[in-house]
T-cell receptor
């Protein structure tokens, strides 16, 4: 069974603070993704990566940075957290790009106050 | 305008009923289409995918794709309370040039009552 683990699973952050969400996969997949899920918007792609040490912007990258230090690890960084970034964040991996099944983690619930 | 639209938004059915979920998309040149299932507090899990026009059956699930009408549907036979979840339609659509990206619908909340 494919495995994608996220940490932390839940976090409360203060406005203007820095938040790092981490993702680790044991699937040996090249592609990793960060999605945001909000009521009324569905899943939206923030950043993705297809190789270590390289990241690409998704549909809503503003206010977010990403880091892929190794094939297994992919982080999402909020340098200055804002109220509008309160959401559930999902990491996913896939063996290839579009056209391949995504394997999601359990999600990280972020509340910015 | 949403590029992937799902209907209905929510659905309540009795155990054993046939469930039909709908998804419309805007790109006739779309590639593969997936249905994902998401239980409360969990990440989405892929259920079934389809690329070619027609239908595909896997166990209690059948998916129908009609590219001419830009419509795909998921049918769940003999629904169970454990099928209660949000069902997400995801369509691989053109994003410029020869690039494609996966676009998700907002989902349909299915509740199967015992």
């Amino acid at each position: 069974e494919a495995a994608v683990t996220q940490s932390p699973r839940s976090k409360v952050a203060v406005t203007g603070g820095k938040v790092t969400l981490s993702c680790h996969q044991t699937n040996n997949h090249d592609y990793m993704y960060w999605y945001r899920q909000d009521t009324g918007h569905g899943l939206r792609l923030i950043h993705y990566s297809y190789v270590a040490d390289s990241t690409e912007k998704g549909d809503i990258p503003d206010g977010y940075k990403a880091s892929r230090p190794s094939q297994e690890n992919f982080s999402l960084i909020l340098e200055l957290a804002s109220l509008s970034q309160t959401a559930v964040y999902f990491c996913a991996s896939s063996p290839g790009g579009t056209g391949n099944t995504l394997y999601f983690g359990e999600g990280s619930r972020l509340i910015v106050v | 305008q949403e590029k992937v639209q799902q209907s209905p938004e929510s659905l309540i059915v009795p155990e054993g009923a046939m469930v039909s979920l709908n998804c419309s998309f805007s790109d006739s040149a779309s590639q593969s289409i997936w249905w994902y299932q998401q239980h409360p507090g969990k990440g989405p899990k892929a259920l079934i995918s389809i690329f070619s026009n027609g239908n595909k059956k896997e166990g209690r699930l059948t998916v129908y794709l009609n590219r001419a009408s830009l419509h795909v549907s998921l049918h769940i036979k003999d629904s169970q309370p454990s099928d209660s979840a949000v069902y997400l339609c995801a369509v691989s659509m053109r994003s410029g040039g020869s690039n494609y990206k996966l676009t998700f619908g907002k989902g349909t909340l299915l509740t199967v009552t015992p």
